[in-house]
Nanobody, 125 residues
Framework: QLQASGGGLVQPGGSLRLSCTASGRILTNYLVRWFRQTPGKEREFVAAINRGGGSTDYADSVKGRFTASRDTNARNTAHLQMNSLKPEDTAVYYC???????????????????WGQGTLVTVSS
């Protein structure tokens, strides 16, 4: 079971840190990805971090502003640091973990993926 947390209301230019915590699983065994979705739009890839934490990938829209990481003290937790937030970042954010290889990091999650319940991020003045 996954739980995503850390969403909320923030002004443009502000920051939030999302967390993805797994119950009964060690996230270092999985590829961790972040997706987001707004009403009327398809779910969008945001970021990915590989099992070892040494490789990350970002959508062009968030590159340079968002940072995916794994918690160094808790192997069942990963984070998405979001800086310089823009109104267009407003969405429900989901963490997804699965056993895909790194080369498939941007693919649509399949039925074997585990999803967090989503956390709402609202960027507005």
């Amino acid at each position: 079971q996954l739980q995503a947390s850390g969403g909320g209301l923030v002004q443009p230019g502000g920051s939030l840190r999302l967390s993805c915590t797994a119950s009964g699983r060690i996230l270092t065994n999985y590829l961790v990805r972040w997706f987001r979705q707004t009403p009327g739009k398809e779910r969008e890839f945001v970021a990915a971090i590989n099992r070892g934490g040494g490789s990350t990938d970002y959508a062009d829209s968030v590159k340079g502003r968002f940072t995916a990481s794994r918690d160094t003290n808790a192997r069942n937790t990963a984070h998405l640091q979001m800086n310089s937030l823009k109104p267009e970042d407003t969405a429900v954010y989901y963490c997804v973990v699965d056993r895909l290889i790194w080369g498939a990091r941007r693919s649509v999650p399949d039925d074997h993926a585990y999803w967090g319940q989503g956390t709402l991020v609202t960027v507005s003045s």
